[in-house]
């Protein structure tokens, strides 16, 4: 029963009507398309299987055929039915009431011609004079005053996005306090091994900002020490002896995303492989080649301060300020800055010279530079 009704729904979506809208419009523009010019008609005074079947289209009259004598029987019956459903007034007005409203609402919304702007001849623009017009760009329109420029709009698109970053930030920002959780350092009951770090250059597109390096030490994963000695053999190189730590990055992917699920995967595998591989490298020696060793200057034990050193060195440093505070007391501590200043007047008192002056006065007069002689006026 399926199928018949598939095909009745066919031939009924075929079938024409007169469809007059309630408002005028565009003879240009239609919503009907060619059907098939037999279509179904009224059944009700005959039901000739001749003139039913060629009333059918071709794919519909194939369909027909391949029906047995019931099913064409009862075809033909749900035909008459679904005709006389989509034929009666109540469809047929509801059909007509919303194509009309379609077209009269695309006859809004097509664009209209401004009768008292007459076309210019084309001329091409400043920005496109001189080379080949492209297959979206066309004539430049008419400049009428009723917009701006292209670096105007530039702006004002900048303007709107300063905007809606700053509402952003004043109403949207503020809600992220509430999704904040205080930092819980890892324990040993919730260990973090994995240890990741990423390149970021603020905004700017460079190809190391997609790098994920990954840092773990062998001693924190849940390995037996059999197990931990197979995993570094299998890291080889990547095993830095001397800080028990495995280095690995990767960059082969497009988005840091997927670079970090990569070496995370890569570690569940190392593990299971140091679990569960058939081939444990027991005949094979662990190789550190690769490592530059550096020497470590460890600072010697004797020169390190213990407790009654520190005591004796406090007990030295008292009883010498002990016995400046007493020579000062006494005089005996030499003032540098005192003695300095009593040999600069010393010094200008032994160079002032008297001058006799015209009267029988003499003027003293201090000796400078190249020691002047007293004159007499």
């Given at each position: 029963?399926a199928?018949?009704?598939h095909?009745?729904?066919?031939?009924?979506?075929?079938?024409?009507y007169?469809?007059?809208?309630r408002?005028p419009?565009n003879?240009?523009?239609?919503?009907?398309?060619?059907f098939h010019s037999?279509?179904?008609?009224?059944y009700?005074?005959?039901l000739?299987?001749?003139?039913f079947?060629g009333?059918?289209?071709q794919?519909s009259r194939?369909?027909y055929?391949?029906?047995?004598?019931?099913d064409?029987?009862r075809y033909?019956?749900d035909a008459?039915?679904?005709?006389?459903?989509?034929?009666?007034?109540?469809?047929e007005?509801?059909?007509?009431a919303e194509?009309?409203?379609e077209?009269y609402d695309?006859?809004?919304?097509a664009?209209?011609e401004r009768p008292?702007?007459?076309?210019?001849?084309f001329k091409?623009?400043?920005m496109?004079m001189?080379?080949?017009?492209?297959?979206?760009?066309?004539e430049?329109?008419?400049?009428?005053?009723?917009?701006?420029s292209s670096?105007?709009?530039?702006?004002?698109?900048?303007?709107r996005?300063?905007?809606?970053y700053?509402?952003?930030?004043?109403w949207?920002m503020?809600l992220?306090s509430?999704l904040t959780?205080p930092f819980q350092?890892?324990?040993t009951?919730?260990p973090?091994?994995?240890r990741?770090r990423?390149t970021?250059y603020l905004g700017?597109?460079?190809p190391?900002g997609?790098?994920?390096?990954?840092?773990?030490?062998?001693v924190?994963l849940?390995l037996?020490?059999?197990?931990?000695?197979?995993?570094?053999?299998?890291?080889?190189?990547r095993?830095d002896p001397q800080?028990?730590?495995?280095?690995?990055?990767?960059?082969?992917f497009?988005?840091?995303?997927?670079?970090?699920?990569?070496?995370?995967d890569?570690?569940?595998?190392l593990?299971q492989?140091?679990?569960?591989?058939?081939?444990?490298?027991?005949?094979m020696a662990?190789d550190?080649?690769h490592?530059?060793?550096?020497?470590r200057?460890?600072?010697?034990?004797g020169?390190k301060?213990s407790?009654e050193?520190?005591?004796?060195?406090?007990?030295?440093?008292?009883?010498r300020?002990?016995k400046?505070r007493?020579?000062?007391q006494?005089?005996?501590?030499?003032?540098?800055?005192?003695?300095?200043?009593?040999?600069v007047?010393?010094?200008?008192?032994?160079?002032?010279?008297?001058?006799?002056?015209?009267?029988?006065?003499?003027?003293?007069?201090?000796a400078?530079?190249g020691?002047q002689r007293?004159?007499?006026?």
């Amino acid at each position: 029963m399926a199928p018949t009704m598939h095909a009745l729904c066919t031939i009924a979506l075929r079938t024409t009507y007169r469809i007059r809208p309630r408002r005028p419009v565009n003879p240009v523009f239609t919503t009907i398309s060619q059907f098939h010019s037999s279509s179904l008609q009224s059944y009700s005074d005959t039901l000739s299987p001749y003139s039913f079947r060629g009333s059918l289209s071709q794919s519909s009259r194939t369909f027909y055929d391949s029906l047995s004598p019931d099913d064409r029987l009862r075809y033909e019956q749900d035909a008459i039915k679904l005709d006389e459903h989509m034929t009666s007034p109540a469809v047929e007005a509801r059909l007509n009431a919303e194509v009309a409203q379609e077209a009269y609402d695309a006859l809004l919304r097509a664009p209209r011609e401004r009768p008292d702007v007459e076309d210019d001849k084309f001329k091409p623009g400043l920005m496109s004079m001189g080379e080949i017009d492209e297959i979206d760009s066309g004539e430049d329109e008419t400049f009428e005053g009723d917009d701006i420029s292209s670096l105007a709009h530039g702006e004002l698109e900048q303007h709107r996005e300063l905007r809606e970053y700053a509402r952003i930030a004043a109403w949207e920002m503020p809600l992220l306090s509430k999704l904040t959780t205080p930092f819980q350092p890892p324990t040993t009951s919730n260990p973090t091994p994995l240890r990741f770090r990423y390149t970021s250059y603020l905004g700017e597109t460079h190809p190391a900002g997609l790098k994920v390096v990954l840092e773990f030490s062998p001693v924190d994963l849940p390995l037996a020490p059999s197990q931990r000695l197979t995993l570094i053999k299998l890291v080889g190189p990547r095993y830095d002896p001397q800080l028990d730590l495995v280095r690995m990055s990767c960059e082969m992917f497009e988005t840091q995303a997927q670079n970090k699920r990569y070496l995370g995967d890569l570690v569940d595998t190392l593990m299971q492989e140091a679990r569960e591989g058939e081939d444990k490298f027991e005949d094979m020696a662990v190789d550190f080649r690769h490592v530059k060793w550096r020497e470590r200057k460890l600072f010697p034990e004797g020169w390190k301060l213990s407790g009654e050193r520190k005591q004796e060195l406090e007990a030295r440093r008292g009883e010498r300020e002990q016995k400046e505070r007493e020579r000062l007391q006494l005089g005996k501590i030499v003032d540098g800055v005192k003695v300095i200043e009593a040999a600069v007047r010393a010094a200008n008192e032994e160079e002032k010279v008297q001058l006799p002056s015209t009267f029988g006065r003499k003027v003293g007069l201090t000796a400078g530079k190249g020691r002047q002689r007293a004159m007499q006026r």
